[in-house]
């Protein structure tokens, strides 16, 4: 569905990526992972388009473009939780990218926020302020703007940070559902646990792609150490 070739991506002198090649597919739950600095967020906003001219490829499957297809959800601490807004209109938000500025919400629009404000169990915070919300339920917002924009890619930059365990976990439950659905979905974290619990398809990033496939093939003490360094090796349970 899409994916990069021969990835490079500098940030003046500094090398954020290296010749990396990465594919994802409908229907499938990535997770890409690595420690501070590995180029994963560089990864991610190649894919939305957020960086201008990278040296590489990034490829869409024909009948796929960008403006259609992925629905972005960056980090929370990047955002303005001050912005006078409610619940209801940062949902909406991702009809107005869908429709284009000059369209107004329809009927039809309206209740696609009202299905995503409930999937995500916020519904009855949506005449909020989004500044009252806690880490949690502003993830959950995020995540209904998402939805609201019914792209066919999800792109999630650290969705579990600043939230608790058992929002972590209806969090992943959510995610899992969109990928069960024929969606693809790729999201940043540094929790391999949680990927590997939930994901089916692992990326091990370091400033190059360490390795790439199914949780069984990806998550071996030669990857973990590549990846995170073998100081890393004590707070997890990677197997040869």
Partial sequence: MLGVENLTVKYGPQTALERASVRFEAGSFSAIIGPNGAGKSTLLKTLVGLLPDPDGAVRFDPGHTARGCISYVPQQQT???GFPV????????GR??????????????RQIVEDALKETGVFDLRGRHIGALSGGQRQRVLLARMLARQGHLLLLDEPLTGVDAATQETLMALLRRQADKGRAVVMVTHDLE???RWCDHLVLV????????TPEQVYTTQNIEATFSTSFLGHTHAEA
């Fill in 79 to 81: 955002l303005d939780w």
């Fill in 86 to 93: 409610t619940v209801w209109d940062v949902a909406m938000m």
């Fill in 194 to 196: 949680q990927a590997r």
């Fill in 206 to 213: 370091n400033r190059r792609v360490i390795a790439d496939g």
């Fill in 96 to 109: 107005t990218g869908r429709l284009g500025w000059l369209r107004w919400p329809g009927r039809k629009d």
